[in-house]
């Protein structure tokens, strides 16, 4: 080991031959999971005292463990939210893993944070966030909504101690019916509770429904959650009204963007989110639809100090660090050591320009109305909600829960397409979610044509 030979040297050709093979679009299969007992059958041991080498182990990865791995960025895996990483992205992941960069601070990371940190402006002034904001890319949505969670706690800590008030016995957080999982997940964590605003027919959290929950809740509420672009129906709070009775009564605003938030860098859908410019704190993930390997998340606070005062780690060995006033990203969410996750989605950036990310997203939000339209003119079909963002979402006329569990597990098992059931006011349904521009409309017609 940490030997660089001959052998090293031809395994890093099969690596990339392989990585290149991965890459072309129209050699990925679909993939499909296989069961515990099947893959030992094919795999057997590979942890042994003297190891089964790297071509044997490579051998084992791409003719049994990868396809037994769905791929999430196959044009027709449309459930969920999809991924579909660039190709600059992903070969740029390999540079990042044979870099061993240190990306907590700015002393052992500088180079690499100070390129993060451009793609880390680039979506704040999308965003429209002040000119001091910042932040930090994280695993994902869950630690992004987890660590600016956490800051708005503080944030309403500092707060009531400023004014000599106790803090309340149990904090809150305001919510809608609409927020991701992930949301009361972190409140869990944090021992707060979530009071969840039910939204009306059009699904949107408002300022008036927040203003009147702030007013009755007074000192308990730690802050108020709105979503840019919901993970089932793809739908966008009121921004504006939330942000505005948030910052009258000096509330932290925070704007889970996780998926919706791509939608920024696409002049036509940049008025829906309108008001965002006003959040103490957003996330955008670019795993999702910025076109980025997994895993990255963009956590940006509009005030960097918000998120410094409670996660900036203090410690003897770390003294040295902080002595240095310098821009450490470990302050800014919840963990120390990190990847420089955010380097593969800048030098995609910075590979195809910002125009191509606006050109690709927009493509995706095209494929969603074109498939709206498909639905509209089938009858074994209906939609159930207007296209949004890259989302459709719709009914096949007459089925049972059954029925559609049947249709998914076929689909699956003759690799056709991943379309997974989702509910909707209880009832099942089929969701599409468009990431991938190479999806075709051919593609589209045919899954739905298979559920005739
Ligand atoms: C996906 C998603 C999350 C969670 O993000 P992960 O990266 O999966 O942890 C949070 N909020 C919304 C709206 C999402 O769509």
């Excluded at 509330?251 to 959040?279: K, M, N, S, T, W």
Aim: aromatic fraction near 8%.
């Amino acid at each position: 080991m940490h030997d660089y030979t001959d052998h090293i040297d031809s395994l890093a050709d099969e690596i990339i031959a392989y990585s290149r093979w991965r890459m072309e679009a129209d050699r990925m299969p679909l993939g499909k999971a296989l069961t515990e007992d099947e893959l030992r059958s094919q795999v057997g041991s590979t942890v042994t005292p003297s190891g089964i080498g790297g071509g044997e182990a490579l051998r084992l990865f791409s003719e049994v463990l990868a396809p037994a791995c769905l791929s999430i960025d196959h044009t027709k895996y449309l459930s969920f939210v999809p991924a579909a990483p660039t190709e600059a992205a992903a070969l740029f992941d390999v540079v990042v893993g044979a870099s061993s960069i240190y990306g907590g601070s700015w002393m052992e990371g500088s180079g690499a944070i100070f390129a993060e940190n451009e793609a880390l402006q680039w979506l704040a002034d999308l965003a429209g966030l002040k000119a001091d904001a910042g932040g930090v890319f994280v695993p994902g949505g869950t630690i992004g909504n987890l660590s600016a969670m956490v800051g708005a706690r503080g944030a309403a800590e500092a707060r009531l101690k400023a004014k000599g008030r106790d803090r309340p016995n149990r904090w809150c957080f305001l919510i809608s019916d609409t927020a991701h999982s992930s949301v009361p997940s972190a409140a869990a964590v944090m021992d707060a509770e979530v009071i969840k605003i039910a939204t009306g027919p059009d699904r949107r959290l408002n300022g008036p429904a927040v203003a009147a929950a702030l007013d009755e809740l007074g000192d308990r509420v730690a802050g108020v959650i709105a979503t840019a672009g919901t993970t089932n129906l793809g739908v966008i709070d009121d921004l504006r009204s939330v942000g505005e009775a948030c910052n009258e009564r000096d509330v932290f605003f925070h704007v889970d963007a996780a998926y919706g938030g791509a939608a920024l860098c696409v002049a036509e859908q940049r008025p829906l989110f309108d008001g965002i410019e006003l959040a103490d704190s957003i996330i955008i993930d670019p795993h999702k639809w910025l076109f980025a390997p997994f895993d990255c998340c963009a956590l940006l606070w509009a005030d960097p100090d918000q998120g410094r005062a409670v996660h900036a780690q203090h410690a003897g060995y770390l003294a040295f660090l902080d002595s240095q006033g310098d821009w450490n990203p470990s302050d800014f969410a919840i963990h120390l050591t990190r990847r420089v996750r955010g380097l593969p989605f800048w030098f995609s950036l910075a590979t195809y320009g910002t125009d191509a990310y606006g050109e690709a997203v927009a493509t995706t939000v095209e494929l969603a109305r074109v498939a709206g339209e498909k639905i509209r003119a089938a009858d074994h079909v209906r939609l159930v909600w207007e296209p949004s963002l890259s989302i459709v979402v719709f009914e096949r006329i007459g089925w049972t829960a059954d029925q559609y569990q049947a249709c998914t597990e076929a689909m699956m098992s003759e690799e056709i397409a991943f379309v997974v059931p989702s509910r909707h006011d209880g009832e099942p349904v089929f969701r599409f979610c468009f990431i991938n521009p190479r999806t075709t409309v051919d593609e589209i017609e045919e899954i739905l044509a298979s559920m005739a």
